[in-house]
């Protein structure tokens, strides 16, 4: 089977490659590589498999320095291979599939993000076909980072967790899966094109915050986070980014003339953030805040954190924010209406 792609497996943790230990059982990361062309027969004849360790973790204690670790071992190891997977835990691999979507430039070979639902080591995972899957996604020319779960492909930094107990745990709500895999492979939508020599920047800035807006909370809060140093905050609104009138407008104004950027998302997964249909939202607009359009929140703040990392500010950064980078936005979705 000389047809074979050859592709690295990234192992970072996460619940595929954990097991049961202690009492009262929690699942943890095995500290090696799982065998998984001996645990999984079948990854044999569809591709040439390779592994690593990155590191070894709970998903949930993934850093930025992780995703910059990953995004190093792709470019080194880049020549070697046909693809990669990133074996990954669930809960966080939204993140790490946008950063790495922002984190590498040009024209790359297929990146794949993959885990499960149970161990690999279980009767009832669902890390088998998960495995199978990712490879044979790998194996495609579709040249950017994505997320492989249940049966579809999505791109990285357009997918979210949508369920801790489905098997097909996530959706990919403002743009159409990149694949389906059911009994017959199906192509759904046009991978990004790519150009120019792979390139990898690491940088990012952590001086960031999230609030979720709730009926009666005071502005007190994005005071507080500005004081404490804060260079962006993202409010999650309602609905198309509305934001209560009493007080929001005044402290966005507050926090944008002292150089922090205020982000506007939603708290429904589906649609776009952008003002003017409402009063709350056109307020905060005039205020100073940019509505993040029809991106993710972990894509909006995974970029935010990569854009300030590298040094964009002001309205180099407000523009940079808005204009795709790895189609993570559809342009113009953001606009007011």
């Not at 059982?25 to 592994?51: D, F, K, M």
Request: glycine residues 10%; charged residues 15%; aromatic residues 6%.
């Amino acid at each position: 089977m000389t047809d074979r792609k050859r592709l690295l497996f990234l192992y970072t943790g996460g619940t595929l490659s954990m097991v049961t230990a202690g009492d009262p059982g929690h699942l943890v990361p095995t500290p090696t590589a799982p065998n998984l062309t001996e645990l999984v027969p079948a990854l044999s004849t569809v591709a040439q498999i390779e592994g690593r360790m990155v590191t070894a973790v709970d998903s949930s204690d993934l850093t930025p320095a992780d995703w910059g670790q990953l995004a190093l071992a792709i470019k080194e190891a880049h020549d070697d291979y046909d693809g990669f997977v990133v074996v990954h835990g669930t809960d966080t691999m939204t993140f790490t599939a946008a950063a790495l979507s922002f984190m590498l430039g040009g024209d790359h070979k297929p990146v794949v993000l993959t885990g499960s639902q149970r161990p690999l080591r279980q009767a009832r995972t669902d890390a088998r076909v998960n495995l199978i899957h990712s490879a044979i996604c790998a194996s495609h020319d579709i040249r950017e980072v994505s997320l492989y779960f249940g049966n579809h492909l999505f791109r990285g930094n357009r997918a979210t967790k949508t369920s801790v107990h489905a098997y097909d745990a996530f959706a990919s709500p403002n743009h159409p899966p990149l694949m389906e895999i059911g009994v017959d492979i199906e192509q759904n939508s046009t991978p990004l094109q790519r150009t120019g020599p792979l390139t990898v920047s690491t940088e990012v800035c952590t001086d960031i915050a999230i609030l979720s807006a709730f009926p009666g909370m005071e502005p007190t809060a994005l005071g507080a986070l500005v004081e404490a140093g804060k260079r962006m905050v993202m409010i999650r609104g309602f609905g198309e980014g509305n934001l209560p009138q009493a007080g929001w407008p005044k402290a966005i104004r507050s926090a944008t003339n002292a150089g922090v950027h205020i982000l506007v998302g939603s708290q429904c997964r589906a649609g776009a953030s952008r003002p003017g249909r409402y009063a709350g939202s056109t307020a905060a607009l005039t205020a100073g805040a940019l509505f993040i359009g029809d991106m993710t929140g972990e894509a909006a703040v995974v970029k935010s954190m990569c854009l300030l990392g590298r040094g964009l500010d002001g309205e180099a950064f407000r523009s940079a924010l808005l204009s795709p980078m790895a189609g993570e936005i559809t342009p113009g979705s953001a606009a007011r209406l």
